[in-house]
């Protein structure tokens, strides 16, 4: 963490940070993107047992780079949902393209 001497300072490393951290969340968002093609069907996307493996990831990661995990659980908990919705409007687009009935949730 660099060293500030100002809030000015403060607030630019912050969008600093959040530059990169949209870029690292749309690379992500790629890879959201061709997961979808993978998984037959709803309960496959939504995967509860994942999610629960990848919250729990980042908790440990959170606490060894000195994060709260529980703000860490809190946000991912939200981008992990947030794609979820992404990759069921996917998936029921392509199964629908491919000339099957999906059931919305």
Same mark, same amino acid.
Do not use: W
């Given at each position: 963490?660099?060293? $500030?001497?100002?809030? /000015?300072?403060?607030?630019?490393? &912050?969008?600093? *940070?959040?530059?990169?951290?949209?870029?690292?969340? $749309?690379?992500?968002? *790629?890879? #959201?993107?061709?997961?979808?093609?993978?998984?037959?069907?709803?309960?496959?996307?939504?995967?509860?047992?994942? #999610? /629960? =493996? *990848?919250?729990?990831? &980042?908790?440990?990661?959170?606490?060894?780079?000195?994060?709260?995990?529980?703000?860490? /659980?809190? &946000?991912?908990?939200?981008? #992990?949902?947030?794609? &979820?919705?992404?990759?069921?409007? *996917?998936?029921?687009?392509?199964?629908?393209?491919?000339?099957? =009935?999906?059931?919305?949730?």
């Amino acid at each position: 963490m660099k060293s $500030c001497g100002s809030i /000015e300072e403060v607030r630019a490393n &912050i969008d600093r *940070l959040d530059r990169q951290i949209v870029a690292l969340l $749309c690379e992500r968002h *790629l890879y #959201v993107n061709k997961a979808a093609a993978f998984k037959k069907d709803a309960d496959a996307v939504k995967a509860p047992q994942r #999610v /629960e =493996q *990848l919250i729990a990831k &980042i908790r440990t990661t959170a606490a060894e780079h000195g994060g709260d995990p529980d703000i860490m /659980e809190q &946000i991912y908990r939200g981008i #992990v949902s947030a794609f &979820i919705e992404h990759e069921l409007r *996917l998936h029921r687009e392509m199964t629908n393209e491919k000339g099957t =009935q999906s059931v919305p949730d």
